[in-house]
């Protein structure tokens, strides 16, 4: 699969919908679009950021191949990905107290996967007086557009 929006993603096609906040599908349509993939190299990891995801297959051909396209999926525990105390009306926004939490692992909301459009996202961390907090990345996979128009940022 290729992420394409150009006339050739237009015969046979899968959309993405990796941040789906109701299981209603009549709600689908309010969900951001997460991408149109077509051709033989596949869409990265995609980690829905609430509790589901969904994909539309389209194809206007008469008949395919047998093999059209082949995944894995697995349901897996959200609370690897809330750090800290959650910021009231943020998907991903956390202060992280001493007092609660001493270590711990701060990953993206939908890391390993690709991130949705548009997030924002705070991380706080609180220590007591006298201490420092110590932060090092261990995988760091933003966009870049260059010196002068920085895409993706951590600030």
Known sequence: FVYNQDPSCVHEYMDVYAE??????????????????????????????????????????????????????????????????????????????????RTGAIISPTYPGAYPKDMSCTYQFIGKPNQRVRIEFRDFDLFFGGPHCPFDYVR
């Open 20 to 101: 789906v906040q109701s299981s209603d599908p009549a709600e689908l349509i309010n969900s951001p679009f997460g991408g149109r993939y077509c051709g033989p190299i596949p869409p990265r990891r995609r980690i829905s950021l609430y509790r589901a995801i969904a994909l539309s297959f389209y194809t206007d051909k008469n008949s395919t191949t047998p093999d059209i396209f082949e995944g894995r999926y697995a349901f897996i525990n959200e609370s690897e990905y809330e750090i800290g105390q959650p910021v009231i009306g943020s998907p991903c926004s956390y202060v992280i107290n001493f007092a609660q939490k």
